[in-house]
Nanobody, 113 residues
Framework: VQLVESGGGLVQPGGSLRLSCAAS????????MSWYRQAPGKERELVAG????????NYADSVKGRFTISRDNAKNTVYLQMNSLKPEDTAGYFC???????WGQGTQVTVSS
């Protein structure tokens, strides 16, 4: 039972990244999923969430219009498309399986010129 994130890296301001989170060991399609982030010295914060079928999505105000959460239940994967990245988006990004209370290990996103 695990979640494995990938897709982080170093990007310039204004750039884009797509994060992936691959699930295994449980019925992925039965769980709402979320992305969180945590910057050094700050608390972990909710970035985006998506319902089991993908019809309901929610976003933090700070990322609305720039980030898009999606999922592919056939591939047991949830995604976070991040556009127009800003230095303040720099953080470790974690996916989370709601109700199961399962976290991934995280992937680092650094936005810097």
């Amino acid at each position: 039972v695990q979640l494995v994130e990938s897709g982080g890296g170093l990007v310039q301001p204004g750039g884009s990244l797509r994060l992936s989170c691959a699930a295994s060991g449980f019925t992925f399609s039965s769980y709402g999923m979320s992305w969180y982030r945590q910057a050094p010295g700050k608390e972990r914060e909710l970035v985006a969430g998506i319902s089991t079928g993908g019809s309901s999505r929610n976003y933090a105000d700070s990322v609305k219009g720039r980030f898009t959460i999606s999922r592919d239940n056939a591939k047991n994967t949830v995604y976070l498309q991040m556009n127009s990245l800003k230095p303040e988006d720099t953080a470790g990004y974690f996916c989370y399986a709601r109700r199961r209370n399962l976290w991934g290990q995280g992937t680092q996103v650094t936005v810097s010129s």
